[in-house]
């Protein structure tokens, strides 16, 4: 089904079948939504989050982009800003959202580039996805390079709410995932030390208003990982893990 006529036909249906509910779901929100999380997800079609999640109309802000990435701070002026930093100020400044999360996947495309480009960051040309991925990616890749060195087993620091709030990372240590999967894992956890690096938030953060968080998905298998910061690993979520990602992340 070409493009076009596949998503008229999507809001035809939508409106034959959903729209009275949808209605009913939309005004009781209308006035006083109460978002529970700012989500940052990869724009990757096969990564339906709000079906994944199980998440309704009101529940929470949702960024994609390709490679679920969150720029630093430093990255951040008037000729370079970008909706992610944005994101974050609507999210916990003025909706005053507690809950953070960064949601990676396997497989991804844009990680799948950045990894192949990994030894070509000096060279600032490209398309706009790879200037995107360069730019925004090279911390990650300056943290696999250096877990690598390590021989790829040792722990990964990384910075989470504040400076002095750091958490160790093994990542993948039952080797279940190919090497650029592992990256993206890396990637996702960077993201969280990016988001922490937002001066915007630095008072939510202090004030413990906000916590961060990082979830990841395995698109071929359908289940979902937490990043345990107790167990220092992605850990399945499941109703047997449940309790303890809910403590370890709230």
């Known amino acids: 089904m070409p493009g076009l006529e596949k998503i008229l036909r999507g809001i035809l249906k939508y409106q ?10 939309f005004e009781k929100v209308k006035d006083n939504p109460e978002p529970v999380a700012v989500l940052f997800s990869c724009m990757d079609s096969r990564l339906v989050i709000s079906r994944l999640l199980q998440s309704s109309v009101g529940d929470m802000f949702s960024i994609r982009n390709a490679g679920n990435l969150v720029p630093h701070h430093d990255c951040l002026s008037y000729d370079s800003v970008t909706t992610e930093p944005g994101a974050l ?3 916990c400044i003025v909706n005053k959202i507690r809950h953070i999360m960064v949601c990676g996947h396997t497989d991804c495309k844009a990680m799948n580039l950045l990894f192949s480009i990994k030894d070509k960051m000096a060279d600032h040309s490209g398309t706009p996805l790879v200037l995107w991925m360069k730019k925004h990616g090279q911390r990650t890749v300056d943290k696999y390079n250096a877990w690598k060195e390590g021989g790829g087993k040792s722990a990964i620091i ?10 160790e990372a093994y990542i993948d240590p039952e080797n279940q995932f190919a090497e650029v999967d592992k990256f993206s894992q890396i ?11 937002h001066p915007i938030i630095h008072d939510k953060i202090a004030n413990d208003e906000v916590r961060l968080n990082a979830l990841w998905f395995d698109i071929y298998k359908g289940n979902f ?6 167990r220092k690993q992605f850990i399945p979520v499941t109703e047997e893990s449940y309790d303890h990602l809910f403590e370890d992340g709230k």
Request: net charge negative.
């Open 16 to 25: 034959a079948t959903l729209r009275p509910e949808m209605v009913h779901e």
């Open 89 to 91: 100020e609507l999210g």
């Open 158 to 167: 990384f910075q989470a709410e504040s400076a002095d709030k750091l958490f």
């Open 187 to 197: 990637n996702t956890l960077q993201q969280l030390q990016n988001i922490a690096s």
């Open 225 to 230: 990982f937490m990043f345990s910061r107790s």
